[in-house]
């Protein structure tokens, strides 16, 4: 088998950000629904939180109206620890390119920290999907600002009331 140059690059991204919270409202933002259309791309999810359960990330009506597909992200959780972390596989199938690459694994860890604050670090492996890779990273031109726009949006709605976008 012939390891293509993408397939070369980073497989694991780390990311992470320090937010005055609490665990339990940082793992309520990232596996609510309510929560999830306040910040980054303001997307509906589904969450079954327990082992094997099903994950869906659906498309909000402006997506919609770009002709993305419903349901815009699969997945599976592998280990939900409320509100310390949470192990997932992460599947976007908007197109046929990306459908086509296999599933990442992607991980929420929250940490608490002195000063009423916490650190969450998301851990997205995506081995065996460098679409995915690049989209998540941010360097899809007109793509949004991938994982680092999310966290930076969470944060900011975490501690403002308000995200980015408002």
């Not at 694994?105 to 009423?116: D, F, K, N, S």
């Not at 604050?117 to 941010?138: E, F, K, N, Q, W």
């Amino acid at each position: 088998m012939t390891t293509t140059a993408a397939e070369k690059s980073v497989t694991t991204q780390v990311y992470r950000v320090f937010i005055k919270a609490t665990a339990q409202a940082i793992w309520d933002a990232i596996t609510q629904s309510a929560w999830a259309e306040k910040y980054g791309y303001a997307c509906p999810i589904e969450y079954d939180l327990r082992a094997g359960g099903a994950f869906r990330a659906l498309a909000n009506e402006g997506m919609k109206a770009h002709g993305t597909p419903d349901v815009m992200i699969v997945g599976e959780v592998i280990e939900a620890d409320p509100p310390r972390k949470l192990v997932q596989t992460w599947h976007p199938i908007w197109d046929p390119q990306s459908a086509a690459e296999t599933a990442t694994r992607l991980t929420y860890e929250i940490a608490e920290q002195p000063g009423g604050m916490c650190r969450l670090t998301l851990i997205h492996d995506v081995t065996g999907a460098p679409l995915a890779s690049a989209m998540v990273s941010g360097n899809v031109p007109d793509a949004g600002g991938g994982w680092s726009f999310v966290l930076s949006d969470l944060k900011t709605l975490l501690e403002t009331g308000k995200s980015m976008g408002t």
